[in-house]
């Protein structure tokens, strides 16, 4: 990446690029922060994005987050880091309505028109020698661009597909427009899922969703082509749901939320905001997004590399403990998907950084930031969990004693039988816990009756949840 003259004066200093505050200053923690810059730089670069430390990161283009807008969480930020690629994209997409489908045809099939018409060249994608000595491409970098890049099909596909966001709400009709985003990669940059009520179509719509973060084989047929080409089609990005969906999503439907990466709201700590230094992110972050967003029409890597080997070494070492931490999480808590955050901080700190030597930054905030997120999310599983579980024991300590009361003095086994689930071990925790809250007694030959404290006074003392294990 081009030299964007990055890093303050005071490089040494625990906020070299000026994020953190920039993060304060938005009312973000510091790891949301890194999260969301994260989420959208790598999803301008899109599949052009190139990290040289093999990762979970790398298995396919971009990061998805999924986050509650109940408080507004981070939406404003996402608008304000996306403004300048947001002006870029429209200005592409109103240059390439300037040519009707016959010149495009043309334009296909006529590499020759192409050559003539340096307008046309311009809109579609080509960079002019002076564009591209402000990317620094390298000697081989060039090579690529004048054998490969120039062709018709990746001129077609600028011109054609100039867009690479998604709009505000997204609409019914994912396929469709994904398929109109450049390379099919759709950048959600804080859109708004507004799930149906219905919980048969919410479900399905959910399941829509699912097949685009993990990624589908699709068809594009967009400008002049004839045939329908295959290519694959990703949603990233920030997914927003509403404060009632997103706690729907962490009771029914986890499996969304495992490829995604639960970011769930925190306060920022309180401290004096060092405007400078906000500012001075700002503007790094501007310029690189554009020029991400540039390389990316022409097909030129956007590149994150460690100063020293030794440090990407010691990433990957970090890395690799990171995912084992991940793995071992039981069950339905388990998050994949942010097994590749680690990875997606530490290409763009790196990409902002540029030639800066920012190495032992990134692999403090990286794995810090990623294990914060992480422990966030799983405790909020968690919560869900023990209430969840509060409520079926609660329900069924009910029906017990509804059945005692019906029953007369029995044993365990005669209580229960008749569930449609049998197993005295999933009945025995919520019998004890009605013994020992002298909701049932049991007498020395195991016999069980009813005991002076009311199960209604157990709810409502709200003891369940706090002594079932």
């Known amino acids: 990446m081009a030299h964007l003259n990055q890093s303050r004066e005071s490089s040494g200093t625990d906020d070299p690029l000026g994020l953190a505050a920039w993060s304060a200053s938005r009312g973000l923690s510091v790891e949301a922060g890194l999260a969301l810059v994260a989420a959208v730089l790598s999803n301008i670069a899109g599949p052009l994005q190139f990290f040289d430390c093999p990762s979970p990161f790398m298995g396919s283009p971009g990061l998805g987050i999924a986050a509650s807008t109940g408080d507004a969480f981070g939406t404003a930020a996402v608008a304000e880091l996306t403004l300048a690629v947001r002006a870029k994209q429209d200005g592409l997409v109103l240059r390439s309505r300037e040519f009707t489908r016959e010149e495009l045809e043309v334009a296909y099939h006529d590499g020759g028109f192409l050559k003539r018409n340096q307008e046309f060249l311009v809109a579609l994608g080509n960079l002019p020698p002076t564009e591209a000595a402000r990317l620094e491409l390298t000697p081989d970098e060039m ?251 609660l329900h069924m300590a009910r029906k017990l004693v509804t059945r005692l009361t019906r029953f007369g003095r029995c044993k365990r086994r005669e209580l229960v039988r008749g569930f449609a689930k049998q197993g005295l071990d999933l009945h025995e925790p919520v019998i004890r816990i009605l013994i020992e809250a002298r909701v049932l007694i049991e007498t020395d030959d195991a016999f069980l009756s009813l005991g002076p404290v009311p199960v209604e006074n157990l709810a409502a003392s709200n003891l369940l949840p706090l002594v079932f294990p």
Do not use: M
Not at 199 to 210: A, I, Q, Y
Not at 366 to 376: C, L, M, P
């Open 143 to 393: 090579l690529a661009r004048d054998t490969r890049f120039i062709t018709q099909t990746v001129q077609l596909e600028n011109v054609t597909r100039p867009r690479i966001l998604l709009p505000v709400s997204l609409p019914a009709d994912i396929d469709r427009v994904i398929g109109e985003c450049h390379l099919g990669h759709g950048f959600a940059a804080g859109s708004i899922e507004a799930l149906p009520t219905s919980g048969t179509k919410r479900h399905d719509r959910v399941d829509e969703l699912l097949r685009y973060v993990i990624g589908v084989e699709s068809t594009n047929k967009s400008g002049g082509r004839s045939v329908a080409v295959p290519e694959p089609r990703w949603l990233r990005g920030i997914l927003c749901f509403s404060l009632q969906h997103f706690d729907w999503l962490i009771h029914e439907r986890r499996d969304l939320l495992a490829h995604l990466i639960p970011l769930i709201p925190s306060e920022a700590p309180i401290a004096t905001i060092d405007e400078e230094a906000a500012a001075h992110f700002g503007g790094i972050f501007g310029r690189a997004s554009v020029l991400a967003l540039t390389r990316r029409r022409a097909h030129v890597r956007v590149e994150g590399h460690f100063t020293n080997t030794s440090a990407a070494w010691e990433f990957i070492a970090r890395q690799r403990e990171f995912v084992g931490e991940v793995q071992r999480v039981p069950g339905e808590q388990q998050i994949p998907a942010i097994a590749a955050l680690p990875a997606a901080i530490a290409w763009t700190l790196l990409v902002l950084a540029g030639r800066t030597d920012v190495d032992d930054y990134v692999l403090r905030v990286a794995f810090d930031a990623a294990r914060k997120i992480h422990h966030r999310a799983i405790q909020t599983f968690q919560l869900a969990d023990n209430a969840a579980l509060a409520s079926a024991r």
